[in-house]
């Protein structure tokens, strides 16, 4: 008993007993590190532990210890994912201002993707929106208000942005656009366009870089396309709700070639008639955020027919790292499906690109706080230079007949949720 008395006390002249105060304890972050990386299985830093402080790294390495550190981990005890978390440490995000982050202020946060547009004042979709007050006015308000409520909104850019160049010589159609109707995706509520496509080049390559130009100087991201090969075979990423989102985008749309594939050194898309590269990037760009969208322009026009390069190449993406796929290009929606339970949405057709009465939709992707993901299909029709959202009878019927696409793999609730059948 006396030992355990005297522990911790040490004697201070003739027959005084006096009490050592504790040490303050200090906390180990680099052996923290350590453990939370053995148990995560990825790289952790102790700077990286001291930006979140003690008591969240303790509740890290209780997950840790109890075996059941995972992805869910990191967003739970921070607010933030592994990998928003090393934005911050690497200065990508502000520290100081983090909890005004990206947060929307509910459970869910949706990613939407929508197909193709046309600015182009020649065609009859502009010079329709001319004539009723604007190209918002061209679309149901209800689609309007639901894509500027989605927190990363993705339009298809299907045509050059600029004045100068010239149509490529034996093309059929050629779309430009000027810069000045790149409003339109701001009041749309575009976070992001894809460039990777079979219209980007029309004006060839001075039509081409002054796109890019363009949609830098009005401050819109793009995806698929860029000066040289590194350039456009880039992710962009988003932070929404503390959870990092990639999405990246390729095209295998021309049977003919127009559009030129970039290069280390020369201009163009993002290609994927041959996966390899594609398949490189989608694995790098995994390795940076938590949940990655494959966008892919391909597919036979006007046809519900998948080729049979779309469903081998979307698994191939999935197995590669994409959490899901969204396709484009064929103007008209074609069929859904499931691989390995992340979504797959083989064309989302036109959204707004011309007079003709086609199929159309919005797939949104809803993450929820433990990084599930909801698919959603809003049943929409393209039809006289507008498009309106599809309600009631005609709603349901029109669920049905995408059902019935092949590979005929998913059912769809009245109210849009999508589900393996």
Known sequence: MLATLLSGCRVEGMGTLAVNMPVEEIFDFDLAAQKISAAYGKPVTAQMLENIGK???????SDAEY???????????????????????????????????????KDTFDISFVGDVLYDTDFSPMMHAENVGGVVNCIDSEVV???????????????????????????TWTFQAHPDTLDIHKDLGADIVSLANNHVYDYGEIGFTDTLDHLDAAGIPYVGAGRNLDEARQARYFIVNGIKVGIIAASRAEKVYFTPVATEDSAG??????SADFLDAIAEADAECDILVAYVHWGTENSVKLESAQKRMAKEYIDAGADAVIGGHTHCVQGLDFYNDKPIAYSVGNFWFSSYTLDSCVVTLRVDKNMNVETVFVPLIQEGCETRL???????EYLDKIESFEPQAVKISDDGIVTPA
Do not use: C
């Open 390 to 396: 599809l309600k009631g009878e005609e709603r349901r």
């Open 55 to 61: 008591e969240k790294v303790t509740t890290l390495l």
């Open 145 to 171: 208000d639901y894509l500027r409520n989605s927190d990363i909104l993705l339009i298809n850019n299907e045509f050059s942005v600029g004045t100068r160049g010239t149509p490529l010589s034996g093309k």
């Open 67 to 105: 075996g059941i550190f995972n992805d869910k981990s990191w967003l739970h005890a921070t607010g933030y994912s592994y990998y928003a978390n090393l934005d911050m440490v690497n200065g990508v995000i502000d520290a100081e201002n983090v909890a005004d982050f990206g947060y929307n202020g």
């Open 269 to 274: 898309i993002m290609g994927t008639y041959e």
